[in-house]
């Protein structure tokens, strides 16, 4: 099944595929970090379109990469995640919006049990305001 996006939020993106429901945190179309009930998931859709142009014959010429840059996150237990991220997160996101992310990623850190709302990304992201509003 590809993949269905069934509302966007800002930097934000409710995601349903084979890999299953998730938030993409970034550029959905492209490299981004899904956000899962059982954990984070970086997904990189900008690598195979060089291959399918080169499959299908859709490209003249050489393909140039798409400049990234690493991220890390270190997990409680000590754990490293490492992968590549498009520039596109250093920018093209407004204040707001990537102050509504950050604050849903400090959430679902904070708030173990809110994770499970990762399953259902649709309604999370319609919900985001009442979720995250301050107590």
Known sequence: MPTSVARRVGALTALEDTDGPA???????ARHVRLRPDGLQPALGDTLVPLIEGIFGGSSGDIAETPTFPVRVTTDDGAVLEWRATAHYLSGYRRRDATL???????????????????????????????????
Do not use: F, N, T
């Open 101 to 135: 992310a950050a604050r849903l990623v400090d959430h679902v850190v904070a708030v173990p049990y809110a994770r499970v709302r990762l399953a259902r990304p649709d309604d999370l992201l319609s919900r985001l305001g009442e979720i995250l509003r301050p107590r």
């Open 23 to 29: 938030v993409a945190l970034g550029d959905a179309a």
